[in-house]
T-cell receptor, first 113, second 115 residues
Framework: LAKTTQPISMDSYEGQEVNITCSHNNIATNDYITWYQQFPSQGPRFIIQGYKTKVTNEVASLFIPADRKSSTLSLPRVSLSDTAVYYCLVGEGGSGNTGKLIFGQGTTLQVKP | EAGVAQSPRYKIIEKRQSVAFWCNPISGHATLYWYQQILGQGPKLLIQFQNNGVVDDSQLPKDRFSAERLKGVDSTLKIQPAKLEDSAVYLC?????????????FGPGTRLLVL
């Protein structure tokens, strides 16, 4: 089971680019890296998922180096509404088909005006 | 597309009382999950259903927690009797097939306070 490590908290200002790095040294060959976002009083929401190199969608980019032992979630030009907790998850791996998500503490991003 | 519905949104009970939470997943989603999220922590999976069968309940405290999904659609999670440490947000999520690392869609949660 791959464990993830990410910063507990980060501060930023509106309009800046925010990069949150997650470490997952024990990632398995067939694991994907997934990021979820959680606002207060809401359930987590899927942001982005990737396997290698770079993935981009309308919300964020995900950068994964060749060794896949870490990944970086990039949020371009953040606004106050991006203040939330961001979770990095790595799949359970192996041949399991349970879809289990193992959440860590996440990174609390505070965007200031 | 309607999201995952949960009720009630808030519940306050005294310890040793019982409580039940209800979840209606996204239409067509075969897999349903119940998570417990204690303040300041990430969600922890309690139980996973595939249609009306249990796939994983390894972290469900079975002496006091129970869950069912009788018709393979909506689900209830019950706590009886409740303890102070059960104070948390109970999140329900669903996914289309439940396959490995498939996107899960979460409801707003039920916030439980046990006094």
């Amino acid at each position: 089971l791959a464990k993830t490590t990410q910063p507990i908290s980060m501060d930023s200002y509106e309009g800046q680019e925010v990069n949150i790095t997650c470490s997952h040294n024990n990632i398995a060959t067939n694991d994907y890296i997934t990021w979820y976002q959680q606002f207060p009083s809401q359930g987590p929401r899927f942001i982005i998922q990737g396997y290698k190199t770079k993935v981009t969608n309308e919300v964020a980019s995900l950068f994964i180096p060749a060794d896949r032992k870490s990944s970086t979630l990039s949020l371009p030009r953040v606004s106050l509404s991006d203040t939330a907790v961001y979770y990095c998850l790595v799949g359970e791996g192996g041949s399991g088909n349970t879809g289990k998500l193992i959440f860590g503490q996440g990174t609390t991003l505070q965007v200031k005006p | 597309e309607a999201g995952v519905a949960q009720s009630p949104r808030y519940k306050i009970i005294e310890k040793r009382q019982s409580v039940a939470f209800w979840c209606n997943p996204i239409s067509g989603h075969a897999t349903l999950y119940w998570y417990q999220q204690i303040l300041g922590q990430g969600p922890k999976l309690l139980i996973q259903f595939q249609n009306n069968g249990v796939v994983d309940d390894s972290q469900l405290p079975k002496d006091r927690f129970s869950a069912e999904r009788l018709k393979g659609v909506d689900s209830t999670l019950k706590i009886q009797p409740a303890k102070l440490e059960d104070s948390a947000v109970y999140l329900c999520a669903s996914s289309f097939t439940g396959h490995h690392q498939e996107t899960q869609y979460f409801g707003p949660g039920t916030r439980l306070l046990v006094l």
